[in-house]
């Protein structure tokens, strides 16, 4: 499960990380789509962060992380949305996003802004748009950390490694042990 909550945590981190560096430091102003993949990632990062409070085996982390991979999964399913958006696989009417100064007529301003638009592809790194690139890293990411998740949990609510065969599970107050039965089976 550690590197379940690794990539949880690190994914929608990386994710918001690329979006703001692009908009901030290469100048590309998000569209309306571009700002609705933020969200979830935010939500991700923030089950994640939660979720390092918590004990490695705890089912309480184990939730929070399902909870992240969740919120990536959603971002990627917007992103997917999206990326058909760019490619004209589907139309969408998206309200106006725009990048505006400050100071002087706000009216001016306001109309003098460029209109950011959803179906307008802003950058491409190897052919792929940066929507297609969140689409495929979030969704692949949210099935690798549920797959990590499905192979550490066990309806007992223990982690780890199955009992051994001929196993007996016998409780004791709050405690849990196994024993190895010595018959033989038929």
């Not at 959803?118 to 950390?145: K, Q, T």
């Not at 998740?149 to 051994?164: H, I, N, Q, S, T």
Request: proline letters at 4%; aromatic letters at 8%; hydrophobic letters at 50%.
């Amino acid at each position: 499960m550690p590197l379940a909550g690794a990539i949880a945590f690190l994914v929608p981190l990386g994710a918001l990380m690329g979006a703001y560096g692009s908009q901030h430091l290469m100048g590309l102003a998000p569209c309306h789509l571009c700002l609705e993949q933020r969200w979830p990632h935010f939500a991700a990062l923030a089950a994640a962060m939660l979720s390092l409070f918590f004990g490695t085996g705890s089912r309480i982390r184990r939730i929070l992380i399902a909870v992240a991979a969740g919120g990536i999964f959603t971002s990627g399913g917007i992103a997917v949305f999206h990326a058909g958006v760019e490619a004209g696989l589907w139309e969408y009417t998206s309200p106006c996003t725009s990048t505006m100064t400050t100071g002087g007529n706000a009216l001016e301003a306001i109309m003098a802004a460029p209109i950011i638009r959803c179906d307008e592809v802003a950058f491409r790194l190897l052919g792929i748009s940066m929507a297609g690139w969140n689409a495929i890293i979030s969704i692949f990411s949210a099935i690798a950390i549920t797959a990590l998740l499905a192979k550490g949990f066990r309806p007992d609510g223990r982690d780890g490694k199955d009992a051994p065969e001929g196993a007996i599970k016998k409780e004791d107050n709050e405690m849990t042990t196994l024993e190895v039965s010595e018959g033989t089976r038929d």
